[in-house]
């Protein structure tokens, strides 16, 4: 990417670590950081959550808070809570930056200001998510500024929108685009909704999904366990598809590798 980073104080910076992410789930989307969203309130809410994705067999994890009108994006809260979270975890979990975008004229301009500042691992993908009343037919226009700016936009819990319940053309039309799509592991069990996880099968049968990650907020209503998705995934479809969606993209997002 060819866009100026911000000033170090105001930046998380990237983590050369996920060159040596060891076995275990990669979870790309998490509100791990203290008091900074929906997410745990304070750090000891936020180790609780940490433990509970190192328990549940989690190995490596973006810390994604929200940037959106509700919840601005704090890079200097952002950056204290991550060092934090590292020094007390050591290398039971590689801990990496990022944030989830809300696409709203406010988030995406301040996130072209800077794209750096919100990627994931600071590389070239970011975890983008839609409000809804956000027009479809803008969706194009918003996917294509990203892929010029050298920008892979990952579409976070598509499951849940109402649209996609109804008709999915606007997602294949994404992802056939250049887009990609992220699936929250507990929309498999139904915690979701009933609609949210047959759009979710749905979306992994059509080969539409490129990520299955945790959207934990804390450890008990919204925990990070992956692996009862995991084990959806792989008797569905195998494997080597389980360990594409769970491990090997969210690896190569996080060593900003092509996928």
């Known amino acids: 990417m060819t866009t100026a980073t911000a000033p170090e104080s105001a930046t998380v910076p990237k983590s050369p670590r996920a060159t040596a992410a060891p076995g275990g789930f990669v979870d790309i989307h998490c509100h791990l ?92 993908y970011v975890l983008v998510e839609l409000r809804m009343e956000t027009p479809l037919a803008r969706l194009p226009r918003l996917l294509d500024r990203f892929l ?55 979306l992994l049968d059509q080969g539409l999904a490129h990520f299955v990650a945790s959207d934990a907020h804390d450890a008990l209503k919204r925990p990070p366990d992956l ?3 995991w084990n959806v995934v792989e008797q569905r479809h195998g494997f080597d598809a389980a360990h594409a969606l769970f491990i090997g993209n969210p690896l190569r997002v996080l060593r900003d590798e092509p996928l």
């Open 33 to 124: 950081l203290p008091g900074l969203d929906d997410g745990p309130k304070t750090v000891e809410d936020s180790l609780r959550l940490a433990q509970a994705a190192i328990g549940g067999g989690t190995a490596a994890i973006c810390a994604t808070p929200h940037a959106s009108f509700q919840y601005p994006f704090d890079p200097v809260g952002a950056a204290e809570g991550l060092a934090r979270l590292e020094t007390e975890l050591a290398d039971d979990l590689f801990v990496f930056g990022g944030c989830e975008v809300e696409i709203s004229d406010e988030a995406v301009r301040a996130f072209f200001d800077n794209p750096l500042r919100y990627t994931l691992n600071r590389g070239r």
């Open 148 to 202: 010029q700016a050298d920008v892979r936009p990952i579409l976070a819990h598509p499951e849940r929108y109402p649209f996609a319940h109804e008709r999915g053309a606007p997602l294949v039309d994404w992802v056939r685009a250049g887009g990609l799509m992220q699936l929250t592991g507990c929309s498999f069990s139904g915690r979701m909704g009933k609609r949210a996880r047959s759009t979710a099968f749905r």
């Open 227 to 229: 692996r009862g998705a």
